[in-house]
């Protein structure tokens, strides 16, 4: 019998996942047409030769939009990737550079990779001398760090270095700061969170430091397709009326969507194939059927674990196959990156298997497909990662799920999932204990005053009386707060990646190195003694976490376990802030405190999650302010529905759910939120559950749960009803970071009670063989 011919790479590999079921759901897109438009008869001249050079004699329609709108105003371009943004905001810098000889410009990037790549696109125009770019970050050796002071005009950096680097020593920034015609953010969407929190504070002391030099720069943003660009760009800068470009005119290849979801091997325990052994193969049969692919997944350690793996399906094949398969991770040094960056560029190579470094716009030629293992937090890294799949016209973009909660949410629904909207961004540049920190930073580079809440806010001065009560700053006779301790360097306390001003830091003792720091309140969880702590993708176990002096002693790793902490959570709240009843339930949203004892600690195997041991721990308190939501339920409407010794389980394992699919509202990741459920809690006197932000003062993340609470349990609710398993499984009710180690857990307990709550009728009619507490 005749069959049609494959007319793609991967036309066999999927219909062998269409016969054998693995292939959840497939679509198709694109192609689509390219819209142009001339370029501005204004753009300078000697910048419209530049594209001429460079063979661009159209621009897209957005490129020519966002150069109109940046010389309006502040602007963000949010279109897809592959999609020329570079060149919507290199066009107004060049051309403004060309115009003004003294004129300046800063770019900042969330990677040096990034920056690295820039510079090489700015050098390439070809405009000599008037365009003289340079990168200033803490690779830059120190003897050149003068002469790109004195002579760069197009400088290159990051967040870090110009919170800790460029603004404390403005001084020696004069050049820079009294010229600074256009500051570039790219990649913005990475700045939500903590992150984003910090660097919105950031942002607004440059916008504050400059204006003091004499300059109001213009700002230029670009972002991967969120739902909120607006809101981001203005939380971002505090500034308003910021133009958005968001129509895409660049053209769409045709690319082929796949989702796959590895085969069950224990359906009662709702146990996969373990997704890395599936990303391999078919990786492997990718590169025979001549597709250069692009494979992420999370950690540097599945990086190389994986890469070991295709390298071995395609050992005995020809031509050295194996060999055109390599890994790509942070950790190398700048020349083995760029060697590889070369070799992808050149098309040398096969296959790459990498972590989120290359999620982001570095260039790195055409590729055919693109494979993401397991979903990487959000729909918008998913499609941009999804971008990199059909550079040369056609492409495929595969979604491999894991056994996570919200991976097989989305396999049982993959035509919502196709459809899903982009996730907004949200940060909060208020968060106190960031805020304050930053108000610190901002005193010591020049006297607070008045005239400062057009770039610090309307709250500001709030904020630094509360840091005058502190003794850290003091008010001057003139009504201006300048610090108390002169000699201080705030910045240099101040991490962008953590929320708390208090933090221990993390030493390998086999180097010596510093690997980095976390912040006081989760050190008990994350560094204790004997704790397997990752970073950068490489284990260290930890040796002895010194309390006293606020530092955790580690070492390589290299041990088939991982650990998981076994806590006592208590939480009271401070101040309501908001209230509202629905459901059948008192929801309230407002500042609470987190106290936590760690217990003890498991020891689980990687290949199966089994429970090696549990080792005690003897470690004090700690607690941290932060921001939550919490409901309080009726008890005699619970036990109408949920038998008593299944009470505390339900309640349990409904937070858990909430909490698994808290990301589809907001861009977080489940470790960024906390929960607690108690059957009975000291200041409601009843049955409640609350959901924290993890970070001390918290970003926003349950804030916005809190508004869109309905959807917050109507997806719970999916998800567990949906779920196969028998008593709760880790694609649904189990957690990867339960303090108290998934026990006890109730799957249909927490399936009537959200019943309950929606009033969806007949689902008490589930099957009697769950109604059990699930203890794992």
């Known amino acids: 019998m005749a069959t049609e011919p494959a007319i793609d790479p991967w036309s066999a590999l999927l219909e062998q996942g269409r016969a054998d079921g693995r292939l959840v759901r497939s679509a198709r ?14 753009l300078h001249a000697d910048v419209r030769a530049a594209l001429a050079r460079a063979g661009i004699e159209r621009l897209y329609s ?43 410009a800063l770019y900042l990037y969330p990677t040096k990779a990034l920056a690295q790549d820039q510079a090489r696109a700015l050098a390439a125009f070809g405009l000599g001398e008037r365009v003289r770019p340079a990168i200033y970050d803490g690779d830059t050796p120190r003897e050149t760090r003068a002469q790109i002071r004195r002579r760069a005009n197009v400088v290159l950096s990051n967040p870090d270095m110009l919170h800790v ?180 560029m050149r098309g040398e190579l096969r296959a790459v298997i990498t972590t989120d470094a290359l999620e982001l716009g570095i260039d790195i030629g055409e590729l055919d497909a693109a494979v993401v293992v397991t979903f990487p937090g959000t729909v918008a890294s998913l499609r941009q990662m999804w971008g990199r799949a059909g550079r040369r016209g056609r492409g495929l973009a595969l979604y491999l799920a ?8 989305f396999c049982r629904h993959p035509e919502e999932f196709l459809q899903r909207p982009v996730e907004a961004a949200i940060l909060d540049h208020e968060s106190p204990q960031i805020q304050l920190a930053h108000l610190l930073c901002a005193a010591f580079e020049g006297p607070l005053s008045g005239a400062d809440a057009e770039f610090l806010g309307p709250r500001w001065e709030a904020a630094a009386e509360q840091l005058a009560g502190r003794g850290e700053l003091r008010r001057r006779r003139d009504g201006a707060f300048v610090p108390r301790h002169a000699g201080e360097y705030p910045a240099a306390a101040v991490s962008l990646r953590s929320a708390s001003l208090e933090s221990f830091a993390i030493v390998d003792v086999s180097s010596g190195e510093l690997l980095g720091t976390t912040e006081a309140a989760r050190a008990h969880t994350t560094v204790h003694q004997g704790a397997i702590y990752m970073h950068l993708g490489r284990s260290y176990e930890v040796q002895e976490l010194d309390i006293e002096r606020r530092r955790a002693l580690v070492a390589p790793f290299t041990g088939d376990w991982y650990t998981q902490p076994k806590r006592e959570t208590d939480t009271a709240i401070e101040r309501l802030l908001d209230r509202r009843e629905l459901f059948g339930v008192t929801l309230s949203f407002g500042e609470v405190s987190v106290t936590d004892t760690v217990l003890a600690y498991q020891r689980r195997r990687w290949a199966d999650h089994a429970q090696l041991d549990l080792v005690t721990l003897d470690l004090p308190q700690t607690s941290f302010a932060t921001q939550a939501l919490w409901y309080e339920l009726d008890v005699e409407t619970l036990q109408r529905e949920i038998p008593l010794e299944e009470l505390l389980g339900a309640l349990h394992a409904t937070e858990h759910a909430q909490i698994a699919v808290l990301p589809l509202i907001a861009m977080c990741d489940r470790w960024d939120i906390g929960g607690l459920s108690t059957n009975l809690h000291p200041q409601t006197g009843g049955p409640t559950i609350f959901i924290y932000d993890g970070h001390p003062g918290g970003v926003g993340l349950t804030r916005a749960a809190f508004l869109r609470f309905e959807e917050l349990c109507r997806d719970a609710h ?59």
């Open 718 to 776: 999916r998800l567990i009803a949906e779920c196969p398993c028998r008593a709760g499984c880790p694609s649904c009710v189990q957690s990867p970071k339960c303090g108290n180690l998934n026990e006890p857990l109730s799957k249909l307990g927490a399936r009537l009670l959200l019943a309950g709550m929606l009033g969806v009728v007949g689902d008490s009619e589930a099957d009697p063989g769950v109604r059990k507490t699930s203890i794992c």
């Open 165 to 344: 680097g460029i603004l404390p020593n403005h001084a020696a920034w004069g050049t820079l700061l009294s010229n600074l015609a256009v500051v570039v953010v790219d990649e913005a969407h990475v700045y939500r969170g903590v992150f984003g929190s910090h660097v919105a504070n950031v942002l607004r002391r440059l916008r504050r430091i400059a204006a003091a030099y004499g300059t109001r720069p213009r700002f230029v943003l670009a972002s991967a397709t969120i739902a909120n660009p607006l809101e981001l760009a203005e939380r971002l800068t505090g500034l308003e009326d910021v133009n958005v470009i968001e129509q895409d005119g660049s053209p769409a290849p045709r690319r082929q969507i796949a989702m796959w979801n590895p085969p069950l091997t224990d359906e009662a325990l709702g146990l996969r194939r373990s997704a890395i052994g599936e990303a391999a193969e078919l990786v492997a049969q990718l590169v025979r059927a001549d597709a250069r692919a692009i494979c992420f997944i999370k950690s540097r350690r599945a990086v190389e674990l994986l890469t070991r793996l295709v390298q071995e399906e395609l050992k005995d094949e020809p031509n050295d196959l194996a060999e055109l398969v390599v890994p790509y991770r942070a950790g190398y040094t700048p020349q083995q990156r760029r060697e590889l960056e070369g070799r992808l």
């Open 29 to 42: 897109e694109g192609p689509g047409a390219a819209t142009f438009a001339d370029p501005p008869a204004e």
């Open 402 to 409: 894991g056994e996570d909660a919200l991976d097989q949410f």
């Open 62 to 104: 957005h490129q020519e939009q966002a150069l109109l709108a940046a010389w309006a105003g502040p602007t963000i371009v949010t279109t897809g990737t592959a999609s020329g943004k570079s060149l919507c905001f290199n066009l107004p810098t060049l051309d403004v550079l060309c115009r003004d000889a003294h004129a300046r």
